[in-house]
């Protein structure tokens, strides 16, 4: 089997042609980048992917990361990855020059991305968590923290992560109890922290960390969070380091994703941790959530990234594999005939073609969410710059959403065509299996982010966010409705805007009668309908891309290439909008089965 782990043409043709890079990259901020050295950048992240990333991808899964003598031991090729991707400013892309970064657009910066995750899903959430850290300092830090931290996590010296979770408070982070007491220009810091991705290895060294903790006396409650600095060494007054008493308790052993070491944390033991307020105090909440929206993106994306790794793999197997005879019209075989190879199968193409359409629609939907990013914050005019933040916040759920959910499936069925070879740790689907289930837990669950879509996006600024991209929607329906060969997509993907109506318009009155129990008992039925809808949207508007490349004789790409994306949407538009639907007469059902029911149901 070829070892293809991505559609590099899918990824550009999306990036340039469907979500037009080009009018990001006008931006003032952007201006010294052009398409041509974008694609030296994606060119040479690919070659960085083949050497440093992929051969590494299934020995780490069978060399785990774990807990010994009081550290984590991680494959050898962690350090390299942070060295040699911090001296190609693979963490340091999206920051300013004045930081030392190549202030690269995030749609960019986010292709890059991709392409790693879909070679070795494992590696990435090292360099992803470091850039992460780095950039709450940057933004709420002192310029004290800036200059102490920023220049050797952003060089890949120095590792960095997000403390947030704590063993008796899981998600809920207003039960959170690490406390900082005040001690001088620093606090001492005491608690435990769980589920610390990329909290510690053996080599480091130094991890940053980016911890919540209530200080003495504050309120109950988020209200009362501060967001701190605490290393696990501190710099001392000589220049060195000396230990910050952050002790590594655990390696939690997981299912998937054994090369990505997940820490449990002590801070504190020996009185002895200190730490450093970024911002304002009972800010940290606030502050971590402003940053949410990237760390979510980023969640959607590596799930989509092992989706296309999958997708790519059995899509190879099935090119390869011979079994069985063709069906003819009259049900017969002919058991004379060499036998077909598996792609021959309609039920195998039906497989294969459910991969693409969640595969491609879920990028799709992270390059838009990557450009409404962009241009959110650099859009010279106020209102544009609102309107896509509107965009953002809006589609923001969906896009961790969809990928993770819908790329879990499209993974099973990848693993179902190899059929029980798919089964077997010979073949790597099964490790694409066991590592994208932990996507949709990661940076808050499919049901707490069904909550955020539907109890605060959609009834934002009374319904303004959810207008602005039904627009977008309308427009991309114009588009295709200009081509008669996809005119009756176009009419089918507007009656589904007319269906989200009349579902709102049945579950909207419980938030205004103040029952949101009853408004949100079903959110995570919604996020699913919703989710289908705005994939729907995409395929038609990259059927309307590819439509328009044949009418005008492009050939940067194949005319088999820009079919291809016809026939995906056409299947989309059968097999996957048709689902909206029946969850539409769950959604609008009278019947409320989950709310008040007595959990007596259960003995």
């Known amino acids: 089997m070829a070892n293809k782990y991505i559609d590099i043409n899918t990824l550009k043709f999306l990036l340039y042609k469907v979500h037009n890079l080009k009018s990001v990259l006008e931006q003032p901020r952007f201006l010294d980048y052009d398409e041509g050295s974008v694609e030296l950048f994606l060119n040479a992240t690919k070659d960085f992917s083949d050497k440093e990333l992929f051969p590494f991808f299934k020995p780490m899964d069978e060399n785990p990361a774990h807990y010994k003598d009081g550290e984590i031991i991680v494959h050898p090729q962690v350090r390299e990855y942070m060295k040699k991707g911090g001296e190609m400013g693979l963490i340091s892309?999206?920051?300013?020059?004045?930081?030392?970064?190549?202030?690269?657009?995030?749609?960019?910066?986010?292709?890059?991305?991709?392409?790693?995750?879909?070679?070795?899903?494992?590696?990435?959430?090292?360099?992803?968590?470091?850039?992460?850290?780095?950039e709450l300092i940057i933004h709420?830090?002192?310029?004290?923290?800036?200059?102490?931290?920023?220049?050797?996590?952003?060089?890949?010296?120095?590792?960095?992560?997000?403390?947030?979770?704590?063993?008796?408070?899981?998600?809920?982070?207003?039960?959170i109890i690490t406390t900082a007491t005040p001690d001088g220009e620093s606090y001492n810091i005491a608690g435990q922290k769980i589920f610390i991705s990329g909290g510690d290895y053996q080599g480091a060294e130094n991890i940053v960390h980016l911890v919540l903790a209530r200080i003495k006396g504050a309120p109950l409650g988020t209200k009362g969070i501060s967001l701190f600095v605490v290393p696990k060494n501190r710099p001392d007054t000589q220049g060195g380091l000396v230990s910050n008493d952050v002790i590594t308790i655990a390696d939690f052993e997981k299912m998937g994703q054994k090369g990505y070491c997940t820490t449990h944390l002590s801070f504190g033991d020996k009185n002895d941790c200190k730490g450093w307020l970024v911002g304002e105090a009972n800010q940290g909440l606030k502050y971590m959530f402003l940053m949410m929206n990237g760390a979510r993106i980023g969640v959607g994306r590596g799930a989509a990234a092992i989706a296309m790794a999958a997708y790519q793999t059995s899509l190879a197997y099935a090119k390869e594999r011979p079994q069985g005879r063709a069906l003819s019209s009259t049900g017969k075989k002919d058991?004379?005939?060499?036998?077909?190879l598996i792609i021959n199968h309609p039920d195998v193409k039906r497989m294969l073609l459910l991969q693409k359409v969640v595969v491609e629609g879920a990028?799709?939907?992270?390059?838009?969410?990557?450009?409404?990013?962009?241009?959110?914050?650099?859009?010279?005019?106020?209102?544009?710059?609102k309107k896509y933040m509107y965009l953002l916040e809006m589609i923001t759920p969906v896009a961790k959403t969809y990928p993770s959910e819908m790329g879990a499936l499209a993974v099973s069925n990848g693993l179902q065509v190899l059929g029980g070879y798919g089964f077997c740790t010979d073949f790597i689907l099964q490790q694409y299996y066991r590592d994208i289930r932990i996507f949709s837990i990661y940076e808050g669950t499919t049901g707490i982010q069904s909550l955020d879509l539907l109890g605060r996006k959609v009834t934002m600024d009374h319904g303004k966010a959810l207008q602005l991209l039904s627009e977008e929607i309308i427009t991309a329906i114009k588009a295709a409705s200009e081509y008669e060969d996809l005119l009756s997509y176009a009419n089918l993907l507007k009656s589904k805007l007319g269906l989200v109506q009349e579902v709102l318009g049945f579950l909207m009155p419980f938030a205004q009668q103040g029952d949101y129990k009853r408004y949100l008992s079903d959110a995570t039925v919604f996020m699913e309908f919703f989710g289908n809808i705005l994939i729907g949207w995409l395929w038609l508007d990259m059927a309307s891309h590819a439509k328009k490349a044949l009418h005008e004789k492009d050939t940067q790409y194949s005319e088999d290439f820009y079919l291809g994306k016809i026939h995906a949407m056409k299947f989309y538009y059968k097999y996957e909008l048709p689902k909206t639907t029946s969850l539409s007469e769950i959604l609008l059902n009278k019947e409320v089965l989950t709310v008040d029911a007595d959990t007596k149901i259960f003995d």
């Open 335 to 340: 058991v004379s005939e060499k036998q077909t």
């Open 93 to 134: 892309a999206l920051f300013d020059y004045d930081l030392g970064g190549l202030q690269m657009p995030s749609m960019v910066v986010t292709a890059a991305a991709y392409i790693q995750e879909t070679a070795n899903n494992q590696l990435p959430g090292y360099i992803g968590l470091t850039l992460g850290a780095a």
């Open 140 to 175: 709420f830090g002192n310029t004290e923290l800036k200059e102490t931290f920023i220049p050797k996590m952003l060089s890949g010296k120095w590792g960095g992560t997000m403390c947030l979770t704590e063993p008796q408070a899981g998600s809920s982070l207003s039960d």
């Open 363 to 385: 990028l799709s939907l992270i390059l838009l969410s990557a450009k409404y990013q962009d241009l959110s914050v650099t859009h010279p005019e106020e209102s544009e710059r």
